[in-house]
């Protein structure tokens, strides 16, 4: 059993041209009886979604007689854009995130879109994936799958790419993810450092068995990838834990500002996981306030043309607990 950064690195980072025999991937597949369920959380996603999911179905035509994604679900946030009549149009099962499990209330954001997704998701392994890729290339798909399908002893695989950032000026091939650079990284450094081996800690592409999703909880919103890691990593630990190197994906980029705020979710997120663990505050309550102020306050101090603001944000963190608790019978 590894434990080092260092040697998972190099032995569990796989590269999707590995895989780019899909007819052998689809026998792989169709060998050891596993079914498939892509994933994907949709917000206003309708000009990039129609290609993902024709891009998915090329994916299964090219695998010959097994396919080898088996149910293709979009869990869309009620989307103005017409995201949910794309999908289904292009033969995609779509759900409304807040019709799915209503019984919990209306939805908090993608992180409870994706554990809502596992009451209808009916795939040995459930592969979750942005919806929001431009220029959505086919490994996307199969090169997820590659390692978990391949080494049995792989639970969990997380995307890896490079990340180009596109401004009006000039495209920096590494420019993106900036997030993960600079919250993300330092904190897994610091705090959990088995997990800086991962090149895209928030890649929101990634595979496990539906039993492992079933089993951890789900924090809401942004902190929901950070939540993920570190309860994979708790669960079935580094060594079940695999990347795979997919070349580069291109995202739709966020305004610095906005960027602030989905930093604080990961470090929330880091924060929630070691007060559990009693690494913080010597109090094991994840709700326990750590300052006066709420946790779900997010203070925002800006210079505008118009002078100083404090902006005031309020995003709740729920966790939701581990679904086959919820669901008895599923
Ligand atoms: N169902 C649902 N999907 C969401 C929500 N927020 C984001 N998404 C989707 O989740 C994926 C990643 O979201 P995005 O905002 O691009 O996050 P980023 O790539 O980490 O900046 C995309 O497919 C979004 O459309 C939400 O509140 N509900
Ligand atoms: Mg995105």
């Known amino acids: 059993m590894t434990v080092d950064a260092r040697d998972w690195f190099k032995h569990r980072s796989y590269d999707y041209r590995q895989f780019s025999d899909l007819k052998d991937l689809s026998r792989r597949k169709h060998e050891r009886n596993l079914t498939v369920s892509a994933v994907l959380p949709s917000r206003n996603v309708a000009d990039t979604i129609g290609a993902i999911v024709d891009s998915i179905h090329a994916v299964n035509r090219d695998a010959g007689g097994n396919p080898l994604v088996d149910q293709i679900l979009v869990i869309d946030a009620d989307s103005p854009d017409g995201t949910a009549d794309v999908a289904a149009d292009r033969g995609a099962e779509v759900f409304s995130e807040n019709e799915l499990m209503h019984?919990?209330?209306?939805?908090?954001?993608?992180?409870?879109?994706?554990?809502?997704?596992?009451?209808?998701?009916?795939?040995?392994?459930?592969?979750?994936?942005?919806?929001?890729?431009?220029?959505?290339?086919?490994?996307?798909?199969?090169?997820?799958?590659?390692?978990?399908?391949?080494?049995?002893?792989?639970?969990?695989?997380?995307?890896?790419?490079?990340?180009?950032?596109?401004?009006?000026?000039a495209l920096q091939v590494d420019g993106g993810g900036r997030v993960t650079e600079l919250s993300t990284k330092p904190l897994f450094n610091l705090f959990y450092p088995e997990l800086a081996g991962f090149v895209q800690p928030l890649a929101g592409e990634f595979v496990a068995d539906r039993e492992l999703f079933r089993s951890i909880p789900f924090l809401t919103g942004y902190a929901v990838e950070t939540g993920i890691m570190i309860d994979a990593f708790k669960t079935v630990g580094l060594d079940g834990m695999a990347q795979v190197d997919l070349g580069t994906r291109q995202n739709r980029h966020q305004p610095l500002r906005d960027l602030s705020r989905m930093s604080y979710a990961v470090l929330r997120a880091v924060a929630r996981r070691m007060r559990q663990e009693g690494r913080l505050n010597q109090t094991s309550d994840p709700d326990a306030p750590v300052s006066p102020f709420q946790f779900s306050d997010y203070l925002h101090a800006v210079a505008t043309p118009e002078g100083l603001q404090l902006q005031e944000y309020v995003e709740e963190l729920v966790e939701r607990p581990p679904i086959k608790e919820v669901l008895k019978v599923r």
């Open 103 to 169: 019984e919990h209330g209306g939805a908090h954001g993608k992180g409870d879109a994706m554990w809502r997704s596992l009451s209808v998701a009916r795939g040995d392994l459930v592969m979750f994936m942005d919806a929001d890729t431009r220029d959505f290339e086919s490994q996307l798909v199969y090169g997820i799958l590659g390692p978990i399908l391949e080494d049995p002893a792989v639970r969990y695989v997380k995307a890896a790419y490079r990340r180009p950032f596109k401004s009006e000026e």
